[in-house]
Structure formats: structure tokens, C-alpha cells
């Protein structure tokens, strides 16, 4: 039995006291952090008449367009470069928005000041706090407990500040600022924030809002998410992130932001340096990138792996409308480079669209005889714009293609200026994206700048050109995608939080096949299994459940049973039975002295299906991370495996299943008859519902699951349980 609902719930353990005073005032925060962006005076704590220094930087920034009230506040100055300047924070008559220049250690005071002034958000510039050790992050923990107190907003610390170009406030100390756009950015690097801005002013890539988050005491990526997805200034959320600080409460803000436009991230720290090792297969498959990449996948974020791609994918979705599908026209004036591209197609999953007889005709009747009228177009080599112009319109009009790549090659003949104004006028109506990719140097430049006055992004290469579209037309499937209710079952919590407390009475953090209950509990088959301690036990297990019959060394501090000679299947009788016993016992009392033995487990045979292994690790960021795979030793092998963080829906476990390359093998293969994907579908639901229910549950094994055919289900043999050790 189950229970359709259309938002998982929040466990306890992710609501903090801070989660739940945003959430009591979220109507109240959201007014603000409009409020943020939109200042009608803003006092700059620690101006300095230096524009060399932050403080002098940012007010000279703010000078330049601002046009709401600006208040320097320094004790040492009466002026600051024109403007009237006040001692202290009380002196200034109103500050919607503070931005504070001054040593760490003088900053609980000064916000302190700013609350008694309804000050609404504080931008903090200042370094010094958790980044720079344990006196900074007493700092840090002071100004949170303000911020809690007073209802104040904190951008930072230890943050470059923030632009809004559409008002023209410049409250940065970055040495330029930003053309205007529709893309929105959050970056959790200040360096890398002017990197950006110094870049993208020579690629004339313009910006809504532009941020830099620095510590996130308060103000964090999950704000700005929500923030922006309702900005009608922006629609492109970029960010450049090192770390989520709530992992759940990201999925669930993305995943409402990507329904109403993209958010492109990049997220540094993808390498498992940093990972460490698990006492399970899942917990060793799973580093935390995993997670990121889980995370996104289901939210809807699209991953960028370089600023390269950050900035390629954003001036495709700033300047060109979704394609309704994945059938792309390449046109061309050159063989190679048209090979090329469709190559590049092929891998990141475009088709080149089949013309339709109409669109052949037009071509064939206004392109030379040696030109090819399929797909790729080759207008040749001495192709004018008129001919480019031709195999656009051509291209436009037919139904069956859902956007254009138009590639230039310099050649003698070739004017790039003319043919980049035939692309403008040809993508004028934006009923289908266009993107170019002027494949040369110095004769390119031109027509670069034509293609970007005009909104047509141009990409250096073509397998750039062709990874663009292809975004946009993943994201376009994303939307349209309606997802499927979460469910609840009908389980046994009571059960399994009796096993658990008592294992945990006895000091036990690692359970196993002895507690297969905790399966059975939540729905999930297993074999019929008995705890025994002694021999004697195990000869009336083995007889109340039947022979042939399996045997299983119980010990909490071995991971794998079998690397050990803790297993033997398939024992006839009391003679096999006891023998193997003996020798099971003095051979890991031989090889593991110190490991604690707590009996075998006696379980009946089954005929075993195909091996698969589903398992959960709870990631630090985004809490219980499923894994899907083929089971047994071949985990170690193939490490071919799915992960999705948890809680998931019944696509979501579709997904995972047909993610793995050996997936075929689960369909029926070379006359096999197809397994009960359904029932691996159920058992991942489960253990989903499993893993958010129990948060102590650290790490989870179920290898391997035996899974029978259409229809006959599956059953568990064999788990592992880790719990996490109460303090």
C-alpha cells in the first residue's frame, strides 16, 4: 500500500534553528533580498578617500551610476571624494543596505549599530572570520546570532560585494564593472568574480546581478536560486560553487528554479582527493562529486565542467530560443569542418535531421550542382551570403530540423562580415536557435563582433557549437518532463527502530545478515534466515529451515564475508553442516584473531537470478545517496553503477537502473528471459523510504539482490548496515 505525495518530507535533522526562522519568515526574507538588489540608500562602512583600497574602490564604483543616497561612514573623515562623510552609523540619516570595509573584530559592534537603524541587508567585504581560523570563527558565530536576532540579511564575509547593472549600484571593490544583460551570477570566489567580470567585458557578455558569496554566514546559493527564478531582469542563473550548504533544500529550490529558466553551475573539487574510503561497496563507490552530479541531474541543474562551458552554455541560453527537439541542420562551406560538427553532434546526443522532399528541392534548385543538399549543407567553398542566406531559409523552414549550426571557413573568397548579417537577419524571427562557429583567427574578428551585436552566439570550434545546442535542447526535454508523485509504503518502523536501539545498547554500529529483519521491515524479500551462536544452534536452524542450506559468518568487523572464507552455499547435511562450521571458525579465528564473532547465519538456498547490488551512503552534503549496480564481485570489477540522492520517485529509479551500461543484460539477452526490473524499481523505493526514515543509518548494502524474471521479484541474502556511533 501506498501513499502518493507530492513533496517528500523534511526530516528533523534538516531543520535547524536557522532553517526554521527563515521558513517562519520566508514572505518577510524574500521582500529583502529583493531589497538587496534594489537599495534606495546604502551606507559604506570604512570609505576611504583611497581608490585603491576596498573601501575607497567601492565607493567610487557606486559613484559612477548609482543614483540612490550614498553614506560614507569613516571616524577619521569629514569629506570622502565629494561626498559628505559621517563618523559613525548612527550619524547616517538611513541605510537600506550597509556595506562594511573594516577589521573583522570591529564587525558584531558595527552590525549591531546597523540593527538599530533598520538596516535591512549588510554586505560584509571584511576577511578574517571562519576562513582564517578559530578566533575568526567565533567572529563569524557572533554576527550569525545578530543576523538571527535582529532579522538582518548578511551577504558574506570575506566577499568581493554585488552589482545590479539594471539600477547601475556597483557595491564591489572589483576593478571594472559589467555590461548589461539577462544573466545572473553567484560565485563563491571573489578572485574569480573579477576574473569574470574582466573576461566577460572583452566577450561583451552582459549581467543582471552579479555576486560574490564569500563565507555564506547567511546568504547562500539556495537564496539567490529563489530569488532570481522570480527576477524578471534575469533569465540565466550562473554560478560557480565550492560546496552547498544545505544539500535537500538545494534540490528542492533548483528544482523549482529550472522549471521557470536554466541554472548553469560549475563546482570545483570534483576529484576524489579528498574522499575517503567506506567500510561498504557503496560508501567506496561513492565520492562526493557523485553527489553533485546526482544532485544536479535530479534538480535540473546543468553541470558545466570548465568556465569555458559556464560561459559557452549561458550565451546560448541568454540569446537563443529552446529547440523543440534534437534534429539539427549544419551548414557549411567547407567538408571537414561540416564532419566535424556532425560528429560532435553524434556524442552529445544530436541527430542531423532527414529534409524533408520540399527542403532538397529548394536547395537543389538554388545551390550549385556540386553542392551537397543533405545533411551537412555544403554551400562550398566560394559560397557568398546569398548562398548561406538560401540554405538558411531552407533550413528554417522545415519542420522536421530544430536548430541550425552554421560554420565558416576562411577562404579566399569568403566574406564573413556579409554572411554573419545573413545569420542575424536569418535568425531574426528566433523560431529556431542558431549557432555559428567561425572557425579561424584575425579574419574572423569582424564577423564575431556582427554575430554578437546581433545575439548569435559564435563558438570558436565546432564541437562547441554542437555541445550548446545540445544543452539547450536536454534542458527543453527537462521541462517537459512531468514528474511522477513520491510514495510512502507501509512499513514497519517500530521494527526496525528496536533492532536498531538494541544494537546500538549492545555498541554495535555494524550489523548484517543477523539483522535482516530490518529488509523484511520495509518490504524488501529475504531468504528465510536463523541467528545461530552455537553449533548446536545451527544444526536446528538448518533443520527447521531444510537442507541444503547456506552459511554465513556473523561478525560486525568483517566487510566482506567471502574475501575470508565466511561463506559456504549449498551444504546437504549435518556432517557438511558441521564440518564446515569448524573449519569456518579456525580459519577467520586464523586469519582475523581479533574479530569479534557473533555465530553464523543459517539461510535456505535459492536458485540465484542475476546479481545486482542496491545500496545508500550518506553523502555530507545531501544526505542518503542511493547506488544501483550489478551485484557480487563484479561491483569491484565494472564499478558500473547509478547513484541518486534520496528521497526519489519511480522515475527516479528508472532512471538509475537504465543509467548502468550493462543494462541490456536486465532486458533479456541472446534468449534470456528479462529480469523483474519492477521489483528492482520497488526495492530502491523502499530503501529510499528506509534511508530517510532512519538518518542514523550511515552506510548500506544490499549484494548481492538476486533478481528472478518478469515477474517472479527478487530477494535479499545478504546486507550491511553501518550506523552512525552516538556521541
Not at 536557522?18 to 529583502?32: D, P, S, T, V
Not at 570566489?189 to 552579479?210: H, M, Q, V
Not at 534548385?365 to 543538399?373: D, R
Request: aromatic residues 6%.
Amino acid at each position: 500500500m501506498t501513499e502518493a505525495l507530492e513533496e517528500p518530507k523534511i526530516r528533523k535533522c534538516e531543520r535547524s534553528e536557522h532553517f526554521r526562522y527563515i521558513k517562519l519568515n520566508l514572505m518577510y526574507y524574500e521582500n529583502m533580498l529583493e531589497e538587496l538588489f534594489e537599495p534606495s540608500s546604502i551606507a559604506i562602512i570604512g570609505a576611504s578617500r583611497d581608490p585603491k583600497k576596498p573601501g575607497g574602490a567601492i565607493l567610487a564604483n557606486l559613484i559612477k551610476e548609482f543614483e540612490g543616497n550614498i553614506y560614507p561612514v569613516n571616524p577619521k573623515s569629514d569629506m570622502v571624494q565629494g561626498f559628505k562623510c559621517y563618523h559613525s552609523v548612527d550619524e547616517v540619516p538611513s541605510a537600506e543596505l550597509a556595506v562594511i570595509v573594516i577589521p573583522a573584530r570591529l564587525v558584531p559592534d558595527t552590525l549591531e549599530q546597523c540593527s538599530k537603524k533598520d538596516t535591512k541587508n549588510v554586505v560584509i567585504i571584511s576577511a578574517g572570520f571562519k576562513e582564517s581560523g578559530p578566533e575568526g570563527a567565533v567572529l563569524e558565530k557572533q554576527i550569525i546570532d545578530i543576523s538571527r536576532d535582529s532579522g538582518i540579511r548578511i551577504l558574506g564575509p570575506n566577499c568581493l560585494g554585488l552589482l545590479n547593472t539594471h539600477n547601475g549600484m556597483n557595491a564591489t571593490f572589483a576593478a571594472g564593472s559589467a555590461r548589461k544583460g539577462n544573466i545572473a551570477i553567484m560565485s563563491q570566489s571573489g578572485a574569480l568574480c573579477t576574473s569574470i567580470l574582466d573576461w566577460a567585458a572583452s566577450e561583451n557578455i552582459g549581467f543582471s546581478k552579479f555576486l560574490s558569496l564569500g563565507n555564506k554566514a547567511d546568504i547562500a546559493e539556495n537564496d539567490l536560486l529563489d530569488s532570481w527564478s522570480h527576477d524578471d531582469e534575469t533569465d540565466v542563473i550562473l554560478a560557480y560553487l565550492e560546496g552547498i550548504k544545505d544539500g535537500q533544500q538545494f534540490i528542492r529550490t533548483a528544482r523549482k528554479a529550472t522549471r521557470r529558466k536554466p541554472v548553469v553551475v560549475i563546482k570545483s573539487g570534483r576529484t576524489s582527493t579528498g574522499s575517503k574510503a567506506a567500510a561498504s561497496h557503496t560508501g567506496t563507490l561513492a565520492g562526493s562529486d557523485r553527489a553533485y552530479t546526482s544532485a544536479f541531474d535530479q534538480s535540473g541543474v546543468i553541470r558545466a565542467y570548465s568556465m569555458e562551458e559556464l560561459f559557452d552554455y549561458s550565451m546560448a541560453f541568454s540569446t537563443q530560443p529552446l529547440p523543440k527537439g534534437f534534429n539539427v541542420a549544419i551548414i557549411t562551406n567547407a567538408g571537414g569542418p561540416g564532419i566535424m560538427a556532425a560528429d560532435a553532434c553524434e556524442e552529445v546526443g544530436l541527430r542531423l535531421a532527414s529534409f524533408k522532399p520540399e527542403t532538397i528541392d529548394k536547395l537543389q534548385h538554388g545551390l550549385p550542382p556540386q553542392a551537397n543538399i543533405y545533411n551537412p549543407i555544403d554551400v562550398l567553398g566560394d559560397a557568398t551570403s546569398r548562398r548561406y542566406s538560401l540554405a538558411l531559409e531552407a533550413a528554417m523552414s522545415d519542420p522536421i530540423v530544430d536548430g541550425i549550426i552554421v560554420l565558416v571557413s576562411p577562404q579566399a573568397m569568403t566574406d564573413v562580415e556579409e554572411i554573419a548579417q545573413a545569420v542575424i537577419k536569418a535568425s531574426g524571427k528566433r523560431t529556431k536557435p542558431v549557432v555559428t562557429s567561425l572557425i579561424g583567427g584575425s579574419s574572423m574578428v569582424e564577423g564575431d563582433k556582427i554575430l554578437d551585436m546581433g545575439k548569435v552566439p559564435n563558438y570558436p570550434y565546432p564541437g562547441r557549437a554542437a555541445k550548446a545546442l545540445s544543452v539547450l535542447a536536454k534542458y527543453r526535454q527537462y521541462k517537459e518532463i512531468v514528474r511522477s508523485p513520491y510514495e510512502q509504503f507501509d512499513v514497519d518502523r517500530n521494527g526496525v527502530r528496536n533492532i536498531i536501539d538494541s544494537a546500538i545498547k549492545e555498541g554495535l554500529y555494524t550489523l548484517g545478515v543477523e539483522s535482516l529483519d530490518i529488509l523484511a521491515c520495509y518490504g524488501i524479500p529475504t531468504v528465510r534466515s536463523i541467528h545461530a551462536r552455537t553449533i548446536e544452534e545451527a544444526l536446528q536452524a538448518a533443520e527447521k529451515i531444510g537442507y541444503p542450506v547456506a552459511m554465513k559468518i556473523v561478525s560486525p568487523d568483517i566487510s566482506h564475508k567471502s574475501d575470508v572464507g565466511g561463506v559456504k552455499i549449498n551444504i546437504k547435511d549435518e556432517e557438511e553442516l558441521t564440518f564446515t562450521y569448524t573449519v569456518m571458525r579456525q580459519n577467520i579465528g586464523r586469519i582475523l584473531p581479533d574479530a569479534r564473532i557473533k555465530g553464523v547465519q543459517i539461510q535456505e538456498m535459492r536458485y540465484t537470478g542475476k546479481e545486482i547490488i542496491v545500496g545508500m551512503h550518506k553523502d555530507a552534503q545531501f544526505g542518503p545517496m542511493l547506488m544501483f549496480g550489478l551485484g557480487g564481485i563484479y561491483v569491484d570489477i565494472l564499478k558500473d553503477v547509478s547513484f541518486a540522492v534520496a528521497p526519489i520517485n519511480r522515475d527516479d529509479a528508472n532512471k538509475m537502473i537504465q543509467q548502468i551500461r550493462s543494462f541490456p543484460l536486465l532486458t533479456g539477452v541472446r534468449g534470456e528471459e528479462a529480469s523483474d526490473i519492477d521489483s528492482i524499481v520497488d526495492s530502491l523505493l523502499r530503501l529510499s523510504q528506509l534511508a530517510c526514515d532512519f538518518p542514523e543509518i550511515v552506510e548500506l548494502d544490499i549484494n548481492p539482490l538476486f533478481v528472478y524474471a518478469r515477474g517472479k521479484g527478487c530477494v535479499a541474502p545478504d546486507f550491511r548496515i553501518i550506523l552512525e556511533e552516538r556521541k
